[in-house]
């Protein structure tokens, strides 16, 4: 595979954190001065990326302890450069900060501060920071980091790259402009769509040529090769896989949508699997459907946050809820 362009992954980020009034209170006569919440990972355990919250209550200047300091914690562990755009909340006071910050390992910084309060208006209860005598800190952001989109190698065989370079092709795909020339009967062989286009007097088989408008010329093309069999490299992004997916649908390709499928099966992560849930319904893709739902339902069960979930298919939401809540009997 072949090194072609980068994209941005995100992976979204979400702590509350409650602290109790007599922690803080007794970390003021202690030597150590912070607390630091749970670590979480971010972008899956390869990467070793982690992060958390670090909360200095009073935090100390030449004059003693002045301010109360809240931390964004981030442990880069592999990843070379990590943006973070985040905001840290305490509700009952109406705290609010906002930041967008960039971690780079060759000027190492692990973390960002925002200034709470004063350590005087921390404790005061007419500053409403502690309710029912705990302070409750929320974090909600998400992390960006750059990958190598690389040109995926299809392996194939010579009989595919030989019927590729022949110069008898019979018919023409026109898409965004573009032509590509092929031969019926590998259409044909494939798709029981353009086999029954073939056979009847359609307008497409009197003219030998069809106009596609609801894929792009890159996936169009791909989809072709890939009908060929032909070794070929690949630059496609993950939307154009899930095109790809529903252009196999839609021509009835069953071995290529197995093979789009298993593939973006491997690739589910916190930042897709709420897009490729909505794919795999427009593709009538039931296997994805299911490692979908398989990855939402630990991801709730551990509370990992996943990332666009308002786009989420509102029959699975419900079944995920209902797995969450209901009581499992085992006999074993």
Known sequence: MDETSKIMIEC????????????????????????????RPAFGNASGVQYGLIFYPW??????????????????GRENHIKAEYKIVVKSAN????KSKTYDKKFPIFGWGSCLCSSEDLINSEKNYLIDDKLIIDLEGVLKIERKNVQKKWENGDLGDCLWERMDKDFTILVDGKKIEVHKLILASRSPVFERMFETNMKESIENKVEIIDFSFTVVEAAILM??????????TIIDYMKLLQFFDKYNIETLKEKIENYLIDEICVSNVCKFVNCSILSNSQKLYQKCGDFLNNALKNKTPISDLELLDKDLAVNLLKNVYCYVSKTV
């Open 12 to 39: 979204p980020i979400t702590i509350k954190w409650i602290i109790s009034k007599s922690r803080i209170i007794e970390l003021q006569k202690s030597s150590i001065k912070s607390f630091e919440s749970d670590l």
């Open 59 to 76: 935090f100390y200047s030449e004059n003693g302890p002045t301010d109360s300091i809240i931390i964004l914690n981030l442990i880069p």
């Open 227 to 236: 009908c060929y069999q032909k070794s070929t490299i690949s630059f496609l």
């Open 95 to 98: 705290f609010e900060s906002i």
